[in-house]
């Protein structure tokens, strides 16, 4: 690999300014963050539906996170094809397991390899290549909202080269962690965007990268990683996000790589991220001024992006009435925001 610092280029203001946001929210919540075990737990449980759903659905699945909770919960969803099934069952386990686990999970080749079996153990069509290197080329495609190919974003590394790079940048990024000459985003970051572009098993890479994503983050000391969702922020971002690959990976294998654009795409989902999880640390307050159905309701639009007062009831449970009051409570405290009129109105927190 080309010199990291020749890669990096010049460091952008504003990539020095996200990073500086992130490690503040990372101190105040390893500092501040005084949540009940249980509201974590549930908050933890709701993030495993929605990653699991985000991520398998940026390659094309077809699963709702509706559809997904359903599945999880053992309820029938039969009429998805057993495809989509076997891959959310697969991510949702091994995401549990690293959210769990992370602090006993090597980050090593022969660990990747593992990781890979996991995601695919129940992929019926990938049985004879999981956890294996790629034995045939796999460039990559961008799936439409009905699951469809729309057409190839990048060729990657060709399949006799891949188990060579991929040692070489594990190892690479072992030593440079554990060296600290760089900070640990940018590292993570580089890490993502040349595992993609080696591409290095035969299916399931972009599920894989983000499950490395987040066990690299919680391993350099993001600890609010599990709370809320990585891939839900890519997939409502998704276009930038092969956007970003497509215009940093281009330039791999030429005369001056640079990642500068991925770096910026990937800190600024990081920051949203750490933006939500601030949200989190001012629930105990809530719990103190708000109602049980009222904070029920504001846990719920912890978890979400935005979302409609139908979608609220069916979700939770309570009645339309008392959602409604609910809503006009979080207003008036300026809690949330109305987005549209009508039947179509939406809900969000102020300043996700």
Known sequence: MTDFSQRLGNITPEILSKIGRIDEIKGRWTEGVNLSPQLLGRLKKSVLVTSSGSSTRIEGS??????????IKGLNISKF?????????GYYELL????????????????IKHLHNELLKYAEKDVRHRGDYKKTENDVSMFDAE?????????????YLAPK??????????????????HPLLIVGNFVVEFLKIHPFQDGNGRLSRILTNLLLLKVGYGFVPYISHEKIIEDNKTEYYLALRKSQKTF???????????EYFLKILEMQAMRAI???STERMEMILSPKQLLIWNFLLTVEEVTAGEIVKKTGVLRPTVNQSLDRLLD????????????????IIGK
């Open 62 to 71: 077809r699963l709702s996170d509706t559809d997904v909770e359903r599945f």
């Open 81 to 89: 094809r057993d495809r989509d099934r076997q891959e959310v069952q």
């Open 96 to 111: 549990e397991n690293v959210f769990n686990a992370w602090k006993t999970i090597s980050f090593s080749e022969s660990s």
């Open 147 to 159: 699951g469809k190919p729309i057409g190839v974003v990048f060729e990657t590394t060709r399949a």
């Open 165 to 182: 790079q991929t040692q070489e940048l594990v190892l690479w990024t072992q030593e440079v962690l554990a060296e600290k000459k760089y």
């Open 253 to 263: 294998d030429g005369k001056k790589e640079e990642i500068i654009v991925w770096l």
């Open 279 to 281: 949200d989190l640390l």
């Open 333 to 348: 405290m300026k809690k949330i925001q109305r987005i549209g009129m009508g039947r179509t109105t939406r809900y969000r």
